[in-house]
């Protein structure tokens, strides 16, 4: 049964069960009531009936009389002589004649102290009074009053009445509100489970709109969080597996070309009439290839853990200036092969960060600077910014365009691809320069322009 049946049927129940025992309630209490009244009214009634039938005259109008008095006051009247037999009965009834002789006890207790007695047993079906008559004009000794407790509760049924059509009335109206009242009742429980039917279907496009301040609008705001929630979610999810896939399409990819580089060089070394300088060439060919594959390794298992290792990073205090100087003699023989100035305006100054990371950023920072120049000079120096040593080099080479700075810490991202191959690039090392100094809190910032040079900078806390 659905939630708006029942809520109208526990609604109707309620309000019969209801009705039923309030209606059956009062016409209780209205019995009582009308009993106990009809009782002090026949007692009252029957005194004055016995002074009238007391002071009838024993004639011919007697009877006459008598049936006046009887259709006057309503009630049943039965007169018995000394004997107690019966000696006038208005109206007459065809009764058995063990009832026309009053009880010998009833006779018994009126010698006693001539008082009323009112029958009122819940098995019988008239109230009745007797009297002891002193009889001035007749030879009436007993009168016997009775009343049907019919005709007593007759208000009854009008009230009956009354409370029964208002029962139906009100029936009708609440099956009509109650209907209503359920409906906008589960109206929205409805469109709430649509919209939960839909979300878990995968559909998280819609937005549930019940201007409501009740529980269900907050349910429903809960539910829309959720569709939200999870559509941000699943467009993340889809940009991850996008990226994903292409990052493992660029992986093969740099990978096939330097192996193909081998495989071509090792097929020319293969030939038996190849003079020495040739044999060099490829020999020297697939070594570049392989410390190229080498490095792209290299930088790969950095980025991995990066992105899945809490301790990647172990800071300490060092000298900057120490790490400077270690790095400017590696790529020295570089810079000096290509005529290049490479200087260092360093002061000594103690960091925190990972020295062996930092390190690498440097490095991957200068090899850029002396692949991407081809004359000039390339500076690394330092300066102080309150607490914090920045550390920038500086290039006269080729510059950036404004349209590739956003992307150019990006994984794979070369502004050109052809030339970056060509100077044994992997497209890794600038990413691999922005994950580092993320996880030491850092950024690294880049400034360039096309033709005059550029210039790559980040800063650590003083130690
Ligand atoms: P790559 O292995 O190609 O050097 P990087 O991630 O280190 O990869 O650099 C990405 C790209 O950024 C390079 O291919 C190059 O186009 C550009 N780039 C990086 N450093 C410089 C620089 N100092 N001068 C000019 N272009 C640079």
Same mark, same amino acid.
């Given at each position: 049964?659905?939630?708006?049946?029942?809520?109208?049927?526990?609604?109707?129940?309620?309000?019969?069960?209801?009705?039923?025992?309030?209606?059956?309630?009062?016409?209780?209490?209205?019995?009582?009531?009308?009993?106990?009244?009809?009782?002090?009214?026949?007692?009252? %009634?029957?005194?004055?009936?016995?002074?009238? @039938?007391?002071?009838?005259?024993?004639?011919?109008?007697?009877?006459?009389?008598?049936?006046?008095?009887? /259709?006057? /006051?309503?009630?049943?009247?039965?007169?018995?002589?000394?004997?107690? @037999?019966?000696?006038?009965?208005?109206?007459?009834?065809?009764?058995?004649?063990?009832?026309?002789?009053?009880?010998?006890?009833?006779?018994?207790?009126?010698?006693?102290?001539?008082?009323?007695?009112?029958?009122?047993?819940?098995?019988?079906?008239?109230?009745?009074?007797?009297?002891?008559?002193?009889?001035?004009?007749? +030879?009436?000794?007993?009168?016997?009053?009775?009343?049907?407790?019919?005709?007593?509760?007759?208000?009854?049924?009008?009230? *009956?009445?009354?409370?029964?059509?208002? #029962?139906?009335?009100?029936?009708?109206?609440?099956?009509?509100?109650?209907?209503?009242?359920? *409906?906008?009742?589960?109206?929205?429980?409805?469109?709430?489970?649509?919209?939960?039917?839909?979300?878990?279907?995968?559909?998280?496009?819609?937005?549930?709109?019940?201007? *409501?301040?009740?529980?269900?609008?907050?349910?429903?705001? /809960?539910?829309?969080? #959720?569709?939200?929630?999870?559509?941000?979610?699943?467009?993340?999810?889809?940009?991850?597996?996008?990226?994903?896939?292409?990052?493992?399409? %660029?992986?093969?990819?740099?990978?096939?070309?330097?192996?193909?580089?081998?495989?071509?060089?090792?097929? #020319?070394?293969?030939?038996?009439?190849?003079?020495?300088?040739?044999?060099?060439?490829?020999?020297?060919?697939?070594?570049?290839?392989?410390?190229?594959?080498?490095?792209?390794?290299?930088?790969?298992?950095?980025?991995?853990?990066?992105?899945?290792?809490?301790?990647?990073?172990?800071?300490?205090?060092?000298?900057?200036?120490?790490?400077?100087?270690?790095?400017?003699?590696?790529?020295? =023989?570089?810079?000096?092969?290509?005529?290049?100035?490479?200087? +260092?305006?360093?002061? =000594?100054?103690?960091?925190?960060? %990972?020295?062996?990371?930092?390190?690498?950023?440097?490095?991957?920072?200068?090899?850029?600077?002396?692949?991407?120049?081809?004359?000039?000079? @390339?500076?690394?120096?330092?300066?102080?910014?309150?607490?914090?040593?920045?550390?920038?080099?500086?290039?006269?080479?080729?510059?950036?365009?404004?349209?590739?700075?956003? *992307?150019?810490?990006?994984?794979?991202?070369?502004?050109?691809?052809?030339?970056?191959?060509?100077?044994?690039?992997?497209?890794?090392?600038?990413?691999?320069?922005?994950?580092?100094?993320?996880?030491?809190?850092?950024?690294?910032?880049?400034?360039?322009?096309?033709?005059?040079?550029?210039?790559?900078?980040?800063?650590?806390?003083?130690?």
């Amino acid at each position: 049964m659905s939630i708006r049946a029942k809520l109208a049927w526990t609604f109707i129940l309620l309000l019969i069960f209801g009705i039923t025992a309030i209606s059956s309630y009062s016409i209780l209490f209205i019995r009582n009531f009308l009993l106990s009244e009809g009782e002090k009214q026949i007692i009252n %009634d029957t005194r004055w009936l016995a002074i009238t @039938i007391q002071n009838l005259r024993s004639d011919e109008d007697f009877e006459t009389n008598l049936n006046e008095i009887a /259709s006057a /006051s309503g009630y049943h009247l039965a007169i018995y002589d000394e004997n107690g @037999i019966i000696y006038a009965e208005v109206p007459y009834h065809e009764t058995s004649v063990a009832s026309r002789q009053l009880q010998s006890g009833l006779r018994d207790h009126f010698v006693r102290d001539g008082t009323l007695i009112v029958a009122d047993h819940i098995n019988d079906d008239q109230l009745v009074a007797y009297v002891l008559l002193q009889p001035i004009h007749n +030879a009436a000794a007993y009168l016997k009053v009775s009343i049907r407790k019919e005709l007593i509760y007759e208000p009854i049924k009008t009230i *009956r009445w009354i409370i029964y059509t208002g #029962m139906f009335i009100s029936i009708g109206l609440v099956l009509l509100v109650s209907i209503t009242f359920a *409906r906008s009742i589960t109206l929205p429980i409805l469109q709430l489970e649509k919209a939960a039917r839909d979300i878990s279907d995968g559909n998280t496009d819609q937005n549930l709109n019940l201007d *409501r301040s009740d529980e269900i609008g907050t349910l429903a705001k /809960s539910l829309n969080r #959720m569709a939200d929630r999870l559509r941000t979610d699943n467009l993340e999810l889809k940009r991850l597996y996008q990226k994903q896939n292409q990052f493992f399409a %660029d992986i093969t990819h740099e990978i096939r070309n330097p192996l193909h580089t081998i495989a071509g060089s090792l097929e #020319m070394l293969k030939m038996n009439n190849l003079d020495e300088a040739l044999k060099e060439k490829y020999i020297l060919t697939a070594e570049r290839q392989t410390q190229r594959i080498n490095r792209l390794f290299k930088d790969l298992v950095t980025l991995q853990r990066f992105d899945s290792d809490d301790q990647f990073i172990q800071k300490e205090s060092f000298d900057i200036q120490k790490i400077v100087t270690y790095v400017r003699e590696t790529v020295e =023989p570089e810079a000096h092969e290509k005529g290049l100035h490479l200087k +260092a305006d360093v002061d =000594p100054y103690n960091v925190i960060g %990972d020295p062996d990371k930092i390190e690498q950023v440097l490095e991957n920072l200068l090899t850029n600077a002396i692949k991407f120049t081809s004359g000039g000079s @390339i500076v690394i120096n330092t300066r102080e910014d309150n607490d914090n040593v920045i550390v920038e080099v500086t290039d006269t080479g080729i510059g950036i365009s404004e349209e590739h700075l956003d *992307r150019l810490f990006d994984r794979f991202y070369r502004t050109d691809k052809a030339r970056s191959r060509d100077k044994g690039g992997t497209g890794l090392g600038l990413s691999v320069v922005k994950s580092i100094l993320d996880a030491h809190g850092s950024t690294v910032h880049v400034e360039s322009k096309q033709g005059k040079g550029s210039r790559f900078w980040f800063s650590l806390p003083k130690a």
